[in-house]
């Protein structure tokens, strides 16, 4: 009938499809218009009638159990047990029928649908309820102690590695198993230190515990010291540094008993270096003093300078104005340095008289070369009014006495030539006159 495509619309529901499902619960009456393409109408109708569901219920006791605990559940109506069958999923027993009153039991945690069907004529009608199944709790406890330490677990004390249980109720009354893991590491061994004391004054101070594979340090010491490596160095060392010493090695939370060390600081030698002058003319001798004490050594520089050398006591020939170096050691191998700075003056300047009366009485009785430097004579020479030479030397501490192969010398006047080298590397000559009185 009608041209085709045909909508469709279906009352009470509402839908458009040409066929439609409906779950009534009571008797209704559904009608569907019919509209072809050319907009022409029809309607027809269908009658459903509800069979009332008659499903008495049940129950089941307790409803919050544990694991394994029975439950009871029970249909309420006293009728034929034929019209009761059960499904119980996740139980003992998931299906059952024409049984209206029985016991289970569940295995695991959760919660679960108890669903009684009830037939009514030809019709099965559902009731479904849900059972709380409380787990067990099983906590596992990952632990550790050092060796020698005691582990304390629910009232009991254990030292040695293992596993160890506890049982114990939940809140609900069900099974609680605690496991714990224990582990004991040991203890790690006593550092050994190393250390370069006793440590003198001022010098470096090394400590140095010996190495354990995958271990940490920690150092203690005087004045609040610390420290976390393994190998310490403390520069400038004064007395305040002085004193004992400790490190512990911690490895996998254990901490080793402490190696320690006494460490000594040395006082370092005294020196109070001294001069009896230090404004000389060059290549004057010098007296150099300081501390002595049989337990120092002494060494002198430079060495060119030195005319001695190793004791306290020291005298140096110095040419050029510089520093005197000196360094004592003791026999610890403590080590004091000073050094002390020397002026020194050319001081070549040469005077020689103008008369000199050789006479034996103790006064003006030589004609000599009178300086105050350190110069090198290379000729010193006296003449005649003739030219014939009546002295000659080449050293500067030598005179003439106004004899001439052992003959005294008339009086008069005689010449004098001099010919001398000075500390700043020059080569002088000087000439005069001097006049010999009787």
């Known amino acids: 009938y009608g041209v085709r495509p045909f909508q469709y619309l279906w009352t009470p529901t509402g839908e458009t ?8 619960v009571v008797n209704t009456t559904y009608t569907v218009l019919f509209t072809d393409s050319c907009g022409r109408t029809a309607t027809d109708t269908v009658d459903v009638f509800v069979t009332p569901s008659d499903n008495p219920g049940f129950t089941f006791a ?16 006293p009728g034929q047990i034929s019209y ?15 049984v209206k009153e029985f016991t289970t039991t569940y295995d695991a945690g959760g919660v679960y649908d108890i669903v009684m069907y009830y ?47 506890h049982m114990n109720q939940t809140s609900f009354g069900c099974d609680s198993i605690l496991i714990l893991h224990l582990v004991v590491n040991p203890i790690p061994p006593v550092p050994v230190i190393s ?39 403390i520069s400038d060392v004064n007395f305040d540094m002085a004193g004992w010493y400790s490190v512990t090695s911690t490895k996998l939370n254990c901490v080793s008993p402490p190696g320690t060390v006494r460490v ?30 049989p337990v120092y050594s002494y060494q002198w520089r430079p060495d060119y300078y030195m005319a001695t050398n190793g004791d306290a006591v ?43 009366t050789p006479n034996s009485d103790g006064k003006n009785d030589m004609f000599r070369i009178v300086t105050d430097g350190n110069l090198k004579l290379s000729v010193f020479r006296v003449v005649n009014r003739w030219g014939m030479t009546v002295f000659a ?45 009787r």
């Open 17 to 24: 499809d040409s066929a439609i499902i409906v779950k009534p």
């Open 62 to 77: 307790p409803d919050s159990v544990c694991p394994g605990t029975p439950i009871t559940v029970k249909g309420n109506e």
């Open 84 to 98: 009761y069958s059960w499904a119980l999923p996740g139980s003992a027993h998931p299906t059952l029928s024409s």
């Open 119 to 165: 037939q009514s004529g030809n019709c099965k009608f559902p009731d479904t309820l849900q059972v709380t199944i409380h787990p067990e709790v099983n906590v596992e406890i990952h632990d550790t102690i050092c060796d020698g330490e005691v582990y304390e677990f629910y009232g009991n004390n254990y030292t040695a590695p293992g596993t160890y249980q």
């Open 195 to 233: 250390a370069n004391t006793p440590v003198c004054y001022g010098d470096e101070l090394l400590l140095e515990a010996s190495e354990i594979t995958d271990a940490t340090y920690n150092w203690t010491g005087p004045r609040g010291f610390t420290s976390t490596n393994r190998e310490v160095s």
């Open 264 to 293: 000594v600081v040395k006082p370092l030698p005294v020196i109070d270096l001294q001069a009896d002058r230090t404004e000389i003319c060059s290549g004057d001798s010098v007296r150099l003093e300081t501390v002595a004490d």
């Open 314 to 356: 020291a005298y140096a020939v110095v040419g050029y104005k510089s520093y005197i170096h000196v360094t004592v050691t003791d026999t610890g191998r403590c080590v004091s340095r000073d050094s002390i700075y020397i002026n020194t003056e050319p001081c070549c300047d040469v005077f020689l008289p103008d008369a000199f």
């Open 393 to 437: 030397t080449g050293d500067q501490h030598q005179g003439w006495d106004g004899l001439y192969n052992g003959k005294p010398q008339d009086p008069g006047t005689y010449h004098y030539y001099l010919e001398y080298g000075c500390p700043d590397g020059g080569t002088y000559e000087k000439k005069g006159s001097i006049t010999l009185l």
